[in-house]
């Protein structure tokens, strides 16, 4: 009788498994990046002469652009000294169209409704000021930069690093939920950008979001849900924050551009191993996960 091959003889065994991040990970390589973005500035500021409040759209999306640099290239380093790394390593892999699309736009209404729901009971007043911030109102050049700052740029680096290498660290020792909570926590947190106290109100629905992409992330397996969630729900604020200036105009144009991106893509990747991170170590006897179902 023929024997199958043991796991240890298969071929590629070692090369396909999915590579255990430490959790550590994540938050290293968060303060590693906004260190080097927030010395880059600096260094950027001091040359040109720049003093605080200064800050011209030019030089925002300048910065911006080193940031998402400095995420990306922190998650391949940190991701690096593992293992090399993969595109599917940190998400963008395939997955069933139609289950994928049920779960993201099942986690998208769950999001619509919590927010409806926080902003009846708490009325936050504070407003984002990112289109501004980025030149939406200098002009169509300034517009349609903004625009694909917000709708095409953001989405994919903050997905990339938040879900596809932060959450996905925190998962190879944590249970789903708390996984999730952290992430969204830590992706609210860096998009605080008010003064005062009311500017702290609109930080839950923002970790709403990133906990609700979490769990998009954990059941659809695959990254490119929630680059397209990121996407719509950030079309849709870029239209209504830039309404003045017809920013609708380009949100209808990058948003659904990039959803078809976020369908077509993936079908000329490589998906790589359909698991998901394995599951969090515990104690003996204790649960070793929660539940997302």
């Not at 024997?3 to 938050?27: V, Y």
């Not at 990306?72 to 293992?83: E, H, I, P």
């Amino acid at each position: 009788m023929e024997q199958a091959p043991s796991p240890a003889s298969a071929p590629h065994a070692s090369a396909e498994r999915t590579p255990d991040w430490p959790p550590w990970f994540g938050p290293v390589a968060f303060v590693g990046a906004l260190v080097c973005t927030l010395v880059s500035f600096g260094i950027i500021a001091a040359i040109l002469g720049i003093e605080e409040g200064d800050d011209t759209p030019t030089l925002v999306i300048v910065v911006t652009l080193l940031q998402s640099v400095f995420f990306l290239g922190a998650a391949y380093l940190f991701a690096r000294s593992v293992a090399p790394p993969r595109a599917w390593h940190f998400g963008l892999r395939q997955a069933p169209l139609w289950s994928t699309v049920g779960w993201a736009a099942l986690g998208m209404l769950t999001f619509y409704v919590l927010t409806a729901v926080y902003s009846a009971l708490v009325d936050p007043t504070a407003e984002q000021e990112v289109t501004d911030s980025l030149g939406a109102g200098d002009g169509t050049a300034g517009l349609v930069a903004a625009g694909v700052m917000v709708i095409v740029v953001a989405p994919f680096v903050e997905e990339t690093f938040f879900r596809g290498f932060f959450y996905r660290a925190l998962r190879t020792r944590y249970p789903v939920l708390l996984a999730a909570i952290v992430d969204g926590l830590v992706f609210g947190a860096i998009h605080y950008g008010f003064d005062g106290a009311d500017g702290l109100l609109i930080l839950p629905p923002l970790a709403f979001l990133g906990a609700i992409f979490c769990l998009v992330y954990e059941k659809t397996g695959t990254l490119w849900a929630t680059i397209g969630l990121h996407s719509l729900n950030n079309a849709v604020a870029f239209s209504a924050q830039a309404n003045d200036y017809e920013g609708w105009q380009v949100a209808v144009v990058a948003g659904p551009l990039m959803l078809a991106a976020c369908v077509l893509v993936p079908r000329l990747m490589r998906s790589g191993p359909p698991a998901l991170p394995p599951p969090a170590r515990a104690r003996p006897g204790a649960q070793l996960s929660l539940p997302v179902e």
